[in-house]
């Protein structure tokens, strides 16, 4: 094993002298990718063994489950009518499904499940926050709507005021203790301690100026009241 240009180790892959011909291709131990023979013999499946040491690792990991259904490629022809064939026109890309698979989805077991929950934290500079409306409702009216000025951000700042509890939690902490009410948009004393959610702010680049900053306040200090208060810190 030495070490690569990222700094990130690569595997040395021997020649153990053992080749394989495949496609008329002479491959050896080099050709394969890093593997612990006890365990292919334990299980006898493709097992890739690798140290965990990047951040793409968890990339790699959450590829497999979001990246949708197996596919296929079918046609459709009929022997009457083989000559004229027209490919464009009976070209189906196609949802493969296997009969285990379907009949796990038929008794409705689950497929996926996400533990704890993440809930997505706003993140906006004083009166820059996402406001959702329909497409034929005017501007005005839009504005003029109660609640509009309001988001999870403001309502954190809120319930600084209101609980003295809740000074002492930090932003992206809150809906440990608190949920999300986004009807009437503000923050409630959660009432069953054993139900637990993860906040996550969301993200930020340094070349956006105020709103990183607000982020890196955020996850650092408590107590905020309003706006001013980092401000007030940035200013320190």
């Not at 990047?54 to 000559?83: N, P, Q, W």
């Not at 009437?184 to 105020?210: C, D, L, N, T, Y």
């Not at 650092?220 to 706006?227: D, E, I, S, Y």
Request: proline share 4%.
């Amino acid at each position: 094993m030495i070490q690569g240009k990222d700094s990130y180790p690569i595997y040395r892959r021997r020649n153990n002298v053992i080749t394989k011909m495949v496609r008329k291709w002479e491959l050896d131990n080099r050709w394969v990718v890093p593997y612990i023979p006890y365990l292919l013999r334990m299980f006898n499946y493709h097992i890739n063994v690798e140290i965990c040491s990047s951040i793409k690792v968890v990339k790699y990991l959450f590829k497999y489950i979001y990246k949708g259904h197996d596919r296929a490629c079918v046609t459709v022809t009929d022997k009457a009518d083989e000559v004229k064939i027209d490919e464009i026109k009976q070209y189906r890309d196609a949802r493969w499904v296997t009969p285990p698979e379907a009949q796990w989805r038929i008794y409705g077991f689950e497929v996926s499940k996400i533990h704890p929950p993440v809930l997505q934290l706003q993140l906006h500079l004083p009166n820059m926050h996402m406001v959702s409306y329909h497409s034929m409702e005017k501007i005005k009216n839009v504005i003029d709507r109660e609640g509009t000025e309001r988001s999870m951000l403001t309502a954190y700042f809120e319930a600084n005021s209101l609980y003295e509890k809740a000074r002492g939690i930090l932003y992206r902490e809150f809906p440990e203790h608190y949920t999300w009410q986004s009807q009437e948009k503000f923050w409630k004393q959660r009432k069953r301690a054993a139900i637990f959610q993860v906040g996550r702010i969301v993200s930020a680049r340094p070349v956006e100026g105020e709103r990183y900053y607000l982020r890196v306040l955020l996850n650092h200090v408590t107590c905020a009241l309003a706006m001013k208060t980092y401000e007030q810190s940035m200013d320190k």
